[in-house]
């Protein structure tokens, strides 16, 4: 059972305009949820967080969005660059765990 | 500066033959984690310590094995028991529960059985 979903396996914007990613989950217990930015052959680095008590939290071009009664989170990426091309995996935590669960993962290619 | 150290970046394995990944943290963080990436699979559990000689089982545990006798090392073992184990295995490290830090991963390892 997933319980963190990343819909959309690949995504492409152009440079300059908003990406939005998607992450959907089913545990209403979780507290914490985390994004994470990924390129090949290389381990993922944190990108931005928000707790459940939040419904915004917003730093620099990114800015991820949180709806509990839809069970759904979203990053902002504005503007897009280039550079934003990678691999974006939302996470989420149980409360009182220190365990994340990661999604599948959304493949962002930004066109210049 | 701090960080986790994955090694080696790239390794070949024949089939029959067990590998060890080595992952060494000087974060001073308690717990660790093993996962694994496959494409389109997303990130998955093998294995997980919250303290030194203690381990717990995650979500895909079969044909691997670990061991957390030094708090900055945790070595995940491929076995020849692992029917598929050509992935990019990525290990990560947290402090402890109390505070909602996520975590920091190393570069990871590629492992190709040949």
């Known amino acids: 059972d997933q319980q963190v979903k990343q819909n959309s396996p690949s995504l492409s914007v152009q440079e300059g305009r908003i990406s939005i990613l998607n992450c959907d989950y089913t545990?209403?217990?979780?507290?914490?949820f985390l994004w994470y930015k990924k390129y090949p052959a290389e381990g993922p680095t944190f990108l931005i967080s928000i707790s459940s008590i939040k419904d915004k939290n917003e730093d620099g071009r990114f800015t991820v969005f949180l709806n509990k009664s839809a069970k759904h989170l979203s990053l902002h990426i504005v503007p897009s660059q280039p550079g934003d091309s990678a691999v974006y995996f939302c996470?989420?935590?149980?409360?009182?765990?220190?365990?994340?669960?990661f999604g599948t993962g959304t493949r962002l290619k930004v066109l210049a | 500066d701090g960080g986790i150290t994955q090694s080696p970046k790239y390794l070949f394995r024949k089939e029959g033959q067990n590998v060890t990944l080595s992952c060494e943290q000087n974060l001073n963080h308690d717990a660790m984690y093993w996962y694994r990436q496959d494409p389109g699979q997303g990130l998955r559990l093998i294995y997980y310590s919250q303290i030194v000689n203690d381990f717990q089982k995650g979500d895909i545990a079969e044909g691997y094995s670990v061991s957390r006798e030094k708090k900055e090392s945790f070595p995940l073992t491929v076995t020849s028991a692992q029917k598929n184990p050509t992935a990019f295995y990525l290990c990560?490290?947290?402090?402890?529960?109390?505070?909602?830090?996520?975590?920091?991963f190393g570069s990871g390892t590629r492992l190709t059985v040949v």
């Open positions: 990560a490290s947290s402090v402890d529960r109390g505070r909602p830090y996520g975590y920091t």
């Open positions: 545990n209403s217990m979780f507290d914490y």
């Open positions: 996470a989420a935590r149980n409360a009182g765990t220190y365990k994340y669960i």
